[in-house]
């Protein structure tokens, strides 16, 4: 950390300050594009690196400018030389043109967005700047006005003005090094000494100018050859436009007015890694991450970020135990870029054995680390109980990683996503048909189809655990304490009615847990609750509660939570507490209305799963009463389903 003095309070409102809050947002971002690209490397120097500018821990009176690092055991030094020779290669030598020139256009894209959604802010954004203003004096002019400004600063700061600017953060003086690390048998814990010498000594090292190769080349080199909309339908519940395509893909679209500047997507298609072979099951905990990490056509996930700069599209795909899914959002501008990446991440994902040796490296790294938490032995002992010890469910180890295969699992990926007949493409937002019927002929038209083969998931068995069981462990802790959950589970058909009950049900025992397991026992911070109702591979529900407490305590609390329950099943729900669920679900329905989210959740839903989420919602939220939650929750909690994992805390 760099210690700087704070910017004077009589200039905090003032245009002053809002350039050196520019200068700052521009020197991080270019610098931790730098740290990514080492993250990168197939032996990275760090697990993970990051550099910020703010308040000197929780001062008002010093800034800092801040790096910090993730290192592997037993590579401090290493990680550490890393993070202090990049800030000596930033005050030495700058950055480079296309290096602010991309930064800045990530920014002014990102106010470009806040601009033009300034009529649809939520209340927490005008809080956090009210608050932000109140705390520190900085200017309050609102995003018009702001926005207006940084269109005449931001072109006017030349990279020069920048990199004199940065060339002052990593100063010689008033520095402070922070370590941060496990007392475990093996590790040595620096001294202050060496830690002061490692500084010393980095500080000394011969660096070179940052170098880079930026590619102009298209997203696409050959357009496609387009297929066609062979016919155009509408949706009945959401008159949503509907396409069938040439090659027998299913495109939705729902135009909005909610967001001016906001197209969000998905593309979903039944299977997931279900289909998959049994002795695949390790892979198939990766292939998210997989599936990014060597980019996109010719573009490494490092220059593939690169050729995006200043655009609001982003794309991630996911391939789940039952589905696999493209999901997505773009702004209008930078539509037929989106579809591009959308052909690119069914036709040509990119290998990189580099990217794949890092990721392996960071994450063996991080699994270790993990490993020797309490709450990860927990998480370990709660799924193995609750789901039988399933593979597909157990969590990936450190020593599951020499069995990942990278090319089997870029072949997973790519058969998941080989057969675009397969999916339905829902697009919601400020979305015009016209405009986007020719790039969803060529980008989605042209996909590799088959019409004849349509897919449908696999049990897999993952349902939770018959009958009553208990298990408790001891686990050594710096400050011993206990983890409390009860699970019950047993079957209740996927309505809309029962996922509405559900979502009652867990606010109701939020409240009741409240009053008496924090409140009236003071026992614990606060209780957690989830009641979920599911379709795969079964329809069935879940409802937990847990709770962290003193060791000597937690029979008294376990106890109680019981004897809560039990009291809600005898006399039923308080009147209170259910018209305030009541009235909470009828508003965030209301405000859900217009939101493209949830547009896009009822519409996937309606063609993945062919069921109507949306319909007879509301009618159903208002014919709830006390007497049919109560009803519920004894249907549920009586069906002889119970799992209690406990973990005691000691201290040698």
Same mark, same amino acid.
């Given at each position: ?116 959604? #300034? ?36 072109? !006017? ?14 100063? #010689? ?28 000594? !980095? ?161 063996? !790294? ?99 655990? #018959? ?126 209305? #217009? ?58």
């Amino acid at each position: 950390m760099y210690k700087h003095d704070v910017v004077p309070v009589e200039l905090r409102p003032t245009v002053a300050q809002t350039v050196i809050d520019y200068m700052n947002n521009m020197v991080c971002s270019m610098l931790n594009s730098r740290l990514s690209e080492l993250v990168q490397k197939s032996d990275p120097p760090f697990v993970g690196a990051d550099a910020s500018y703010g308040d000197f821990f929780v001062s008002q009176t010093k800034k800092a400018f801040t790096l910090s690092v993730e290192a592997r055991e037993g590579e401090l030094e290493r990680g550490a030389r890393t993070i202090i020779n990049e800030a000596e290669r930033m005050r030495q030598f700058g950055f480079t043109a296309s290096e602010y020139e991309r930064a800045k256009a990530n920014y002014m894209s990102r106010l470009e967005r806040l601009y033009k959604e #300034r009529e649809n802010q939520k209340n927490d954004y005008y809080v956090q700047n009210l608050v932000n203003h109140f705390l520190t004096g900085e200017a309050l002019p609102g995003i018009e006005m702001e926005y207006t400004l940084m269109q005449q600063i931001a072109p !006017a700061i030349t990279v020069d003005q920048i990199n004199t600017y940065a060339k002052s953060l990593p100063t #010689r003086e008033n520095v402070v090094m922070l370590v941060m690390m496990p007392q475990k048998e093996g590790i040595k814990v620096p001294t202050k000494e060496e830690i002061l010498s490692l500084y010393e000594s !980095a500080l000394n090292d011969k660096l070179e100018p940052y170098t880079e190769t930026v590619s102009n080349e298209p997203l696409v080199a050959v357009t496609p050859k387009a297929g066609k909309v062979v016919k155009e339908t509408r949706e009945p519940i959401t008159d949503a436009l509907v396409w069938t395509l040439s090659n027998g893909a299913t495109v939705v679209i729902k135009k909005t007015d909610f967001k001016e500047d906001q197209i969000l997507f998905t593309a979903t298609s039944r299977g997931g890694f279900s289909l998959t072979n049994p002795e695949d099951v390790v892979i198939t905990k990766v292939l998210d991450d997989i599936a990014t990490l060597g980019g996109l056509g010719k573009f490494s996930a490092i220059d593939l970020k690169k050729n995006l700069a200043g655009k609001n599209v982003s794309i991630n795909p996911s391939i789940g135990i039952n589905n696999e899914q493209l999901s997505g959002s773009s702004s209008p501008k930078d539509l037929e870029t989106f579809m591009q990446l959308i052909y690119l991440s069914y036709t040509d994902v990119r290998k990189d054995d580099e990217a794949f040796d890092s990721y392996i490296t960071r994450m063996r !790294a991080q699994l270790v680390n993990m490993e020797s938490l309490p709450m990860i032995a927990f998480q370990d002992s709660l799924s193995k109980t609750l789901f039988n010890n399933n593979p597909y469910v157990n969590r990936l180890t450190s020593k599951m990683l020499d069995q990942i295969n990278y090319d089997r699992a870029l072949q997973i990926i790519k058969e998941r996503f080989a057969n675009a007949a397969d999916f339905t493409f829902v697009f919601v937002g400020n979305i015009d048909p016209a405009t986007v019927k020719p790039l969803v002929e060529t980008y989605i038209g042209s996909l590799p189809a088959n019409k004849a083969k349509k897919e449908d998931w696999k049990n897999l068995n993952n349902v939770p655990v #018959r009958g009553v069981i208990s298990k408790q462990f001891d686990k050594e802790m710096q400050t011993p304490k206990s983890t409390v959950y009860k699970i019950y589970s047993g079957k209740i058909p996927y309505t809309v009615e029962n996922k509405i009950m559900a979502d009652i049900t867990k606010q109701i025992f939020d409240q009741v847990f409240t009053r008496t397991i924090r409140e009236d026992e003071g026992g614990t911070y606060g209780v957690g609750v989830s009641m979920s109702v599911t379709y795969y591979p079964e329809d069935y529900f879940v409802f937990l509660y847990g709770f962290d407490t003193d060791v000597a305590i937690k029979d008294r609390l376990i106890a109680r939570a019981q004897k809560e329950i039990e009291n809600v099943m005898k006399n039923g729900v308080e009147k209170t507490d259910f018209a305030k669920v009541i009235e909470y679900m009828q508003k965030n329905y209301t405000q859900n209305l #217009r939101e493209n989210n949830y547009w896009l959740s009822v519409l996937t839903n309606r063609y993945f799963l062919g069921k109507d989420m949306h319909s007879t919602f509301e009618a159903t939220l208002k014919s709830m009463t006390p007497e049919k939650i109560d009803n519920f929750i004894k249907t549920a909690l009586t069906q002889g389903n119970e799992v209690e994992i406990i973990m005691n805390g000691f201290k040698k």
